[in-house]
């Protein structure tokens, strides 16, 4: 959030002059490399996120952990518009037949918006109620945040290979691989929590371009001139998506709203503006509300849809027979609607085997047993087959250093990259902390969208080891080394751990030398 624009850490051109001739290249700098490099790249490493995320999609088939909610509410939003109640043993009746007739009477109470579960019902229409049917979207949405990461990272930094090692290490992410192949709602949040940022990043560039050309042109205003934000609109869309998804997407959408006024004030200030903060109060932040919030609370809406024009929904009553005035006289019925998920929510205390708190997090204290059997099959006389939800151990842990230097980055030289960093980070941690107070129950894959922004301030430190591309010394050939060891560590780390978390069958022996503590089974 920072004002200050350090020489991209890691680039590939030539570090630009100290005062370069144009004010355009002042305030963002151009990407180096042509348009088949910066696609090239990021695509092969999509390529081998798509490979792990769709190989044996289908295994295990079963129901797995909190698929017993979201699958069969995807479906029925599919036959009815609306979640619908089912019949006991529905989980067992759509596995045997995925034509079951699994309902009951009467729309379902649910607890999150149905955003995620109309994106788990695309998958189903396409490829059936099966167990590959419903992971197909979140292993397709796992796979884009790839792609989206890479490109993002490589205009942060102005580096295509500093943007295909973040791609790389989100692929290799043990609780980004499990909640992607998986018919959850968390890897929803964080793809468009991701495509939202991603959004806002190019608008940064875009948007400094304009004011640095209408200055070049001539606009003296006391304020700086007006310009345009398009980029933002997709953002409130992208981030409302999130917010429809599970309601923490909101943290996001006011995180990186307050981050892109600072980003704002920082371009007029550097570009020599004469009232930098009142040039964003006026000429931006309130646009910016209106491109963030408004828009974003309009695509929340509409994904109400289901509910709002057809009967049967929970507590919807009989919809008025002008379908122009339906969203209007379904407004206070949601209203209430909302106000009974969110007591379910502040009341959710019950003791869960596998809950943890957002200080465990980070540390991968408590990670959750997705799936777990002991089948036949091993060669041993025990075996074991597993789904653990847990992150890479190198990635997290050595995300934990990285962000403290992400931290110190921002602080002493305003490095605006690192701030984003730290800021996607605690918006998606440290807003935990009053429900963790409160005794909620919760799980480590709350933390999924926090694992771009981890992955963020992890490749920026190791821009930093690197160092710049000139002058060429002993020093950036024994930083790229040490670079090179961290991504090979993380993968042979996600390799060890590949079986457990793709329910492989291994010896339980195996299984066991995998689980490195107590708190892990």
């Given at each position: 959030m920072a004002m200050t624009d350090l020489t991209p850490a890691g680039t590939e051109a030539a570090p630009r002059p100290a005062f370069p001739p144009r004010l355009r290249d002042w305030l963002a700098p151009p990407i180096p490399g042509g348009v088949l490099a910066g696609w090239l790249g990021p695509l092969l490493v999509t390529a081998v996120a798509a490979f792990l995320r769709f190989y044996r999609l289908g295994s295990p088939k079963a129901v797995v952990f909190d698929e017993t909610y979201y699958a069969k509410d995807a479906l029925s939003l599919l036959k009815f518009g609306y979640e619908h109640t089912t019949v006991k043993d529905a989980d067992k009746m759509l596995i045997a037949d995925p034509h079951a007739n699994i309902w009951s009477d009467g729309g379902s109470f649910v607890v999150h918006p149905p955003a995620g579960k109309w994106m788990i019902a695309i998958?189903?229409?396409?490829?059936?109620?099966?167990?590959?049917?419903?992971?197909?979207?979140?292993?397709?949405?796992?796979?884009?945040?790839?792609?989206?990461?890479?490109?993002?990272?490589?205009?942060?930094?102005?580096?295509?290979?500093?943007?295909?090692?973040?791609?790389?290490l989100l692929a290799l992410d043990g609780l980004s691989f499990v909640t992607g192949r998986a018919a959850l709602l968390d890897v929803f949040v964080m793809f468009w929590i991701l495509?939202?940022?991603?959004?806002?990043?190019?608008?940064?560039?875009?948007?400094?371009?304009?004011?640095?050309?209408?200055?070049?042109?001539?606009?003296?205003?006391?304020?700086?001139?007006?310009?345009?934000?398009?980029?933002?609109?997709?953002?409130?869309?992208?981030?409302?998506?999130?917010?429809?998804?599970?309601?923490?997407?909101?943290?996001?959408?006011?995180?990186?709203?307050?981050m892109v006024v600072f980003w704002d004030y920082g371009a007029r200030r550097a570009a020599g503006v004469r009232a930098p903060a009142a040039g964003t109060l006026l000429l931006d932040a309130v646009p910016a509300f209106f491109q963030l919030v408004a828009v974003s609370l309009v695509t929340y809406l509409v994904t109400w849809s289901g509910w709002i024009f057809n009967a049967g929904g929970w507590d919807r009553g009989t919809p008025s027979s002008n379908p122009l005035w339906r969203p209007f006289e379904a407004l206070p019925k949601l209203w209430k609607y909302h106000r009974e998920m969110l007591n379910f929510h502040n009341g959710l205390h019950d003791h869960h085997p596998y809950q943890s708190w957002p200080w465990d997090?980070?540390?991968?204290?408590?990670?959750?047993?997705?799936?777990?059997t002991e089948p036949s099959g091993c060669g041993a006389s025990k075996c074991s087959s597993e789904i653990?939800?847990?992150?890479?151990?190198?990635?997290?842990?050595?995300?934990?250093?990285?962000?403290?230097?992400?931290?110190?980055?921002?602080?002493?030289?305003?490095?605006?990259?690192?701030?984003?960093?730290?800021?996607?980070?605690?918006?998606?941690?440290?807003t935990w902390f009053p429900s963790a107070f409160a005794d909620r129950t919760m799980f480590l894959f709350y933390a999924t969208p926090m694992v771009p922004f981890m992955i963020i301030a992890i490749?920026?430190?190791?821009?930093?080891?690197?160092?710049?591309?000139?002058?060429?010394?002993?020093?950036?050939?024994?930083?790229?080394?040490?670079?090179?060891?961290?991504?090979?560590?993380?993968?042979?780390?996600?390799?060890?751990?590949?079986?457990?978390?793709?329910?492989?069958v291994i010896t339980y022996a195996e299984w066991h030398d995998r689980i490195w503590f107590n708190s892990w089974i």
């Open positions: 998958g189903e229409q396409l490829f059936g109620a099966t167990p590959f049917g419903w992971r197909f979207m979140p292993a397709l949405c796992g796979t884009l945040a790839v792609l989206i990461l890479a490109r993002v990272v490589r205009r942060m930094t102005r580096s295509t290979l500093l943007g295909c090692a973040a791609g790389l495509a939202g940022f991603g959004c806002l990043v190019v608008d940064r560039d875009r948007s400094r371009q304009r004011l640095a050309d209408r200055i070049e042109d001539g606009d003296t205003s006391v304020y700086g001139p007006f310009v345009l934000h398009g980029w933002r609109i997709a953002a409130g869309v992208c981030l409302g998506m999130a917010v429809a998804t599970k309601w923490t997407g909101v943290f996001y959408l006011a995180a990186f709203g307050l997090w980070p540390i991968l204290r408590r990670p959750v047993a997705f799936y777990y653990l939800g847990i992150g890479t151990p190198a990635l997290w842990w050595g995300a934990i250093a990285a962000l403290v230097g992400a931290l110190v980055l921002w602080l002493v030289v305003r490095d605006w990259r690192a701030g984003a960093a730290v800021l996607g980070f605690t918006a998606g941690w440290l490749v920026l430190m190791l821009g930093l080891l690197v160092g710049p591309e000139r002058p060429p010394g002993p020093r950036r050939v024994l930083g790229a080394a040490g670079a090179g060891a961290f991504m090979l560590v993380v993968l042979a780390n996600f390799a060890y751990f590949y079986p457990i978390l793709s329910a492989q």
